[in-house]
């Protein structure tokens, strides 16, 4: 089952120095246009594999395809 961040939260863009921001806020969306929480507790990918989180943490393969978003709920 895919949920769609987007219909729970509104994304806004960080501005980030280069390295990626993580917290409960802070999402990452993928060149994929998959979004996954930088902090994720349940395991989550993007569907091209450049994100795979899980246990409170992401693993991000590529950081230049990534954009960092504050995730506020609507
Ligand atoms: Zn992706």
Redesign the pocket.
């Known amino acids: 089952m895919k949920l769609d961040l987007r219909s729970i939260y509104r994304f806004a863009p960080v501005e980030s120095d280069g390295s990626l921001p993580s917290g409960g806020d802070i999402y990452y969306e993928?060149?994929?246009?998959?979004i996954v929480s930088s902090v994720s507790h349940i395991a989550a990918?993007?569907?091209?594999?450049?994100?795979k989180g899980g246990q409170g943490s992401v693993r991000v393969d590529d950081a230049a395809?990534?954009k960092p978003m504050r995730g506020k709920l609507r």
């Open positions: 993928c060149e994929c246009g998959d990918a993007c569907q091209c594999g450049n994100l395809r990534v």
